[in-house]
């Protein structure tokens, strides 16, 4: 069964180590390898049981509470995932993957302040991790601290390039800071990115947004921009928006 998984042959694996459990059901090393085949596969419910007998049968380690943690994660079952990482830090209490892990898991346990302490850990020891930054920006973001998530978005963008979600969520926060001039940067920054063609309702939010807070000038600016971008492919419906909010 290992051979098999290790040659990516998982059907083969998946029958003989579930032919050795049935004939050995504490084998420890069987359990171990099938948790790692359902990860593989992504089927986290699966492996669950799986990793729980690992460490009933005294193979608990970072791999084994680590993964365990994942899963729960991918099950959105936040509690179980937060002490398995827990777990796994006792093993490797530096491991990057596993303190993230914690994180996450925090963060979905409504233990913000917790997370906010380890991100800030973790970016002392990799500031180029744009990740983190984002991370860090949704924390700033709670407090209302539009300033600071601003400027961990705009280093997050800096490292890396930026997703939609980002430039979109960075807009929105210097529209509350009423700075529409880099608002309008940010969203003019969505249409140098590589990809398929963006949605138009999301590429028309900024448009609302610039309109209720009137602001003006970038209402229009931003408007023609989505007509130079989209030209004929604007419906009639579309293309009488646009219109009308130039």
Excluded: C
């Excluded at 579930?18 to 419910?45: G, K």
């Excluded at 995932?81 to 994180?103: C, K, Q, T």
């Excluded at 979905?108 to 020891?125: C, N, P, R, T």
Aim: no cysteine.
């Amino acid at each position: 069964g290992n051979i098999f998984l290790q040659e990516d042959q998982t059907d083969k694996a998946r029958q003989n180590l579930q032919r050795a459990l049935s004939l050995f059901p504490d084998f420890l090393r069987a359990h171990r390898s099938m948790a790692l085949l359902e990860v593989r596969e992504e089927r986290y419910p699966e492996s669950v049981p799986h990793w729980i007998r690992v460490i009933r049968l005294g193979g608990g380690d970072d791999q084994s509470y680590g993964l365990l943690g994942y899963a729960y994660l991918q099950n959105s079952q936040w509690a179980p995932a937060l002490r398995s990482f827990e777990n796994a830090l006792i093993f490797r209490p530096d491991s990057r993957d596993l303190r993230r892990g914690l994180v996450h898991a925090l963060i979905q346990s409504q233990q913000a302040e917790e997370a906010y302490e380890i991100v800030v850990g973790l970016l002392d020891e990799d500031p180029e991790d744009p990740q983190l930054w984002r991370l860090l920006a949704n924390f700033y973001l709670e407090q209302e601290d539009f300033e600071r998530t601003a400027g961990a978005l705009e280093v997050a963008a800096r490292i890396n390039e930026p997703s939609i979600d980002t430039l979109y969520l960075l807009g929105s926060v210097y529209t509350n800071l009423s700075l529409p001039t880099k608002a309008l940067a940010a969203y003019e920054r969505i249409f140098e990115l590589p990809g398929d063609e963006i949605d138009f309702e999301d590429a028309f939010r900024p448009v609302t947004i610039f309109l209720n807070q009137r602001q003006w000038k970038e209402a229009i600016r931003y408007a023609a921009l989505l007509r130079t971008y989209y030209g004929r492919d604007l419906n009639s419906d579309q293309s009488n928006r646009v219109n009308a909010a130039i």
